[in-house]
């Protein structure tokens, strides 16, 4: 397991994706609304 593995978080940063094992920061509106709401980001529509 390492820079050649896909699902590792070492395999994510060498690759430059995202994923599960990875995730991404979120924008700190987008937190504040969520927990003032008490919504998911995909149930907003």
């Known amino acids: 397991m390492g820079k050649g593995d896909q699902r590792t978080r070492r395999?994510?940063?060498?690759r430059g994706t995202?994923?599960?094992t990875?995730?991404?920061k979120q924008k700190k509106t987008?937190?504040?609304t969520r927990k003032k709401t008490g919504?998911?980001?995909s149930e907003k529509k």
């Open 22 to 24: 990875r995730r991404r």
């Open 39 to 41: 919504q998911k980001a």
């Open 18 to 20: 995202y994923g599960r």
């Open 30 to 32: 987008e937190q504040a």
């Open 11 to 14: 395999g994510k940063i060498y």
